[in-house]
């Protein structure tokens, strides 16, 4: 696709479901990060993935939280048992090269964001 | 654990002004640092990117500047557009996959 997109752009949850929030990053892009963006602050880092590998999840705030990209495209964070302290805004972002990739231009594109709420 | 920090929150200007905003970063050890613009209820839009060997990088309007050894950053807007409002984020990469963001700061262009 032209950008990356990311569904649903909006969710509410009750406190106690489980979300899933889906990334289709940009076609062909081998890197693929998740970022949690809380009101008034910067996106942190969740997790990356290097094609469909999963290399680094030292973000993911609690073991509620699941990310998989199995064919090292589509993405899709998983949050179980949702807290309030999990609404923010959930930004996904892709870029072409992978951590082999030695030119440190690559360059993130990131989605619209899913803003989830948890009442 | 790097601390990026920006400065100022928020600023206000009226339109045609020329502008400054600071980030710094607490560990100089960077891959390099990236300006990114964000809209409301938007994602992020990767402005510029400077390398660590960089000083600096131009597009347009913007400018930005780059001193790894004393860890900040600027980005210089010249003759601010009302559509130039926006929060600008300053980002840092340390490894080949670790970022850290700043919290932003929040401009507003006066027509």
């Known amino acids: 696709g032209a950008g990356v997109s990311q569904s649903p752009r909006y969710k509410v949850a009750k406190r106690g479901q489980d979300v899933a929030l889906r990334c289709d990053p940009i076609?062909?892009?081998?890197?693929l990060f998740w970022y949690q963006q809380a009101l008034g602050q910067g996106p942190e880092f969740l997790t990356y993935?290097?094609?469909?590998?999963?290399?680094?999840k030292s973000g993911l705030p609690s073991d509620r939280f699941f990310a998989e990209r199995p064919e090292g495209s589509v993405s899709t964070l998983k949050i179980q048992r949702t807290q309030q302290e999990d609404s923010a805004v959930y930004l996904c972002?892709?870029?072409?090269?992978?951590?082999?990739?030695?030119?440190?231009?690559?360059?993130?594109?990131f989605g619209p964001g899913t803003r989830l709420t948890v009442l | 654990k790097q601390e990026v920090t920006q400065i100022p929150a928020a600023l206000s200007v009226p339109e045609g002004e020329n502008l400054v905003l600071n980030c710094s970063f607490t560990?100089?050890?960077?891959?390099?640092l990236q300006w990114f613009r964000q809209d409301p209820g938007k994602g992020l839009t990767s402005l510029l990117l400077?390398?660590?060997?960089?000083r600096e990088q131009t597009s347009g309007r913007l400018n930005a500047s780059l001193d790894k050894s004393s860890g900040r950053s600027t980005l210089y807007i010249a003759a601010s557009q009302p559509g130039d409002s926006a929060t600008y984020l300053c980002?840092?990469?340390?490894?080949?996959?670790?970022?850290?963001f700043g919290t932003g700061t929040s401009l507003t262009v006066i027509p």
């Open positions: 972002a892709s870029s072409l090269g992978g951590l082999a990739y030695t030119s440190s231009t690559d360059t993130q594109y």
């Open positions: 076609s062909g892009h081998v890197s």
């Open positions: 993935f290097q094609n469909e590998a999963q290399l680094d």
């Open positions: 560990d100089s050890a960077i891959y390099n």
């Open positions: 400077i390398q660590s060997s960089q």
């Open positions: 980002a840092v990469r340390i490894t080949g996959n670790q970022f850290y």
